[in-house]
């Protein structure tokens, strides 16, 4: 049987990120701080200490716990501990010390030494894009609004064409930095495409020529045209996940002449009658 997640005292995950040092801290998001922790024998794992403020109870910590630990996925975080611990602390209140019950909520990740994906975009220069704006940090007990449907938002409907649209946002996100989304938004699919094409083309340029070019050009296109696919407003329209599988057909990873790690990523092209297998598309990411 698989070892779940350790129960981790409050006072180990102080003294593992110098009590909640800000030298520590690797990020936040909606849910939480994130802090880089480290055990007595050097192992490194990712800390994120849960805000303490409306919708992020015990309900919702409890529902969080579960919902990570029973995820077993080579591609997905693991979590490896939590923590849940009540004390009674002075703290300052209406200009007097009170005695009060403080709530510490943590849950503990494998750490990525690589770190956030969305750091990797805006390096490789995605999110310029688009003109960077700061980031939505929402309340929403599941994580950025951004990549919620408005059925769901609207009328709390889930479906699997909830997941079909999230996975939308990240493809955009993926194809036009972190940006991309709420610009798609703003204009026409034809515009969007046109101007995200356009960045991909130039970029690719210095990669391609030729007919290898309009090969990655032609699988540009249509990742941006499938991802505004899976965002229309109405769900229906978004195709299953088993369209978009055989749009995107294969995915693997390859050694590049240098020994590198290519990420590369493969389509297929739908056209209106016919699936047509076109090149693979190889895009390099240095990191
Ligand atoms: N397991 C991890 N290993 C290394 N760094 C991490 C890890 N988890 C989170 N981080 C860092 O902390 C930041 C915040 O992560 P967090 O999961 O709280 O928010 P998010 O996923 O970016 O947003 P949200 O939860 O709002 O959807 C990440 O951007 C990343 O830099």
Redo the contacts with the bound molecule.
């Keep these: 049987m698989a070892v779940g997640p350790s129960h981790l005292p409050l006072h180990i995950l102080e003294s593992m990120t110098e009590n909640f040092s800000k030298d520590r801290i690797?990020?936040?998001?909606?849910?939480?701080t994130?802090y880089l922790g480290e055990q007595e024998e050097g192992q490194k794992i990712?800390l994120?200490i849960l805000h303490d403020k409306t919708g992020h109870d015990d309900v919702q910590f409890e529902k969080e716990y579960y919902t990570l630990a029973n995820l077993q996925h080579q591609n997905i975080?693991r979590l490896v501990g939590y923590c849940h611990e009540t004390r009674r602390e002075f703290l300052p209140y209406n200009e007097t010390i009170v005695l009060a019950e403080v709530t510490k909520r943590a849950l503990c990740?494998?750490?990525?030494e690589n770190?956030?994906l969305?750091?990797y975009l805006f390096d490789f220069g995605l999110s310029r894009f688009f003109k960077e704006e700061k980031s939505h940090?929402t309340n929403s007990p599941i994580?950025?609004l951004g990549?919620l449907p408005p059925e769901f938002i609207n009328q709390n409907i889930i479906s699997n064409k909830l997941d079909i649209f999230s996975l939308g946002v990240v493809i955009i996100r993926i194809m036009a930095g972190t940006e991309g989304y709420s610009k798609s938004a703003e204009m026409p699919p034809e515009q969007f495409t046109e101007i995200v094409h356009g960045n991909w083309r130039n970029r690719l340029q210095s990669a391609a020529s030729g007919d290898l070019l309009e090969s990655y050009s032609v699988q540009v296109k249509r990742c941006i045209e499938i991802a505004l696919s899976c965002v229309v407003a109405d769900r229906q329209k978004r195709p299953t996940i088993g369209a978009i599988v055989n749009m995107l057909s294969e995915r693997e990873t390859l050694e590049n002449d240098q020994g590198e790690l290519i990420d590369q990523m493969s389509t297929c092209v739908v056209n209106d009658t016919e699936l047509i297998d076109v090149h693979p598309l190889q895009l390099h990411f240095s990191f």
Excluded: N, R, W
Excluded at 109 to 112: A, H, N, P, T, V
């Design positions: 690797l990020g936040s998001g909606s849910y939480g994130v990712a994120k975080v990740f494998e750490f990525m770190g956030s969305s750091d940090i994580g950025t990549y």
